[in-house]
C-alpha cells in the first residue's frame, strides 16, 4: 500500500505541475490522443486480419472439400490412382506432390 502511495502522489504531483503550464498539458493531450488514436487503429487491423484469415480458412476448406469429393467420386467409378491424380493437378492446379498428398488422405 505504501507503494500504491507514492506513485499516486507522483501521479497527482505530474498533473499539478502540467495543469500549471498550458504548453505541457497540450503536449500531455496530443500524446493521449496519439496514443488512442494507434490503439484504435491496432484494434481496427486486428479485426480486419482475423475477418480476412477467417474468409481465407473457409476458402481453404471449401476447395480441399471440393478436391475430396473429387477423389471420392473418380474412385467409385473405379478411375486409376494416376488418372484421378492427372485430373485432380488439371482440376485445382495443384503440384503432383498436392495432389498426391490428396489422394493419399481421400482414397479408401
Known amino acids: 500500500m505504501a507503494k500504491t502511495d507514492k506513485y499516486v502522489e507522483k501521479a497527482y504531483n505530474n498533473l499539478i505541475e502540467l495543469s500549471a503550464d498550458e504548453l505541457k498539458w497540450l503536449d500531455y493531450e496530443e500524446r493521449e490522443k496519439a ?11 486486428f479485426l480486419d486480419g482475423k475477418e480476412e484469415g477467417i474468409k481465407k480458412g473457409i476458402d481453404i476448406g471449401k476447395r480441399e472439400g471440393s478436391i475430396q469429393t473429387l477423389i471420392e467420386t473418380l474412385q467409385e467409378l473405379e478411375i486409376s490412382i494416376s488418372e484421378t491424380k492427372n485430373r485432380v493437378m488439371k482440376k485445382f ?3 503432383e506432390e498436392e495432389a498426391e498428398r490428396c489422394i493419399g488422405k481421400c482414397w479408401k
Open 35 to 45: 496514443i488512442r488514436d494507434y490503439n484504435h487503429q491496432m484494434k481496427y487491423q
Open 93 to 95: 492446379s495443384v503440384s
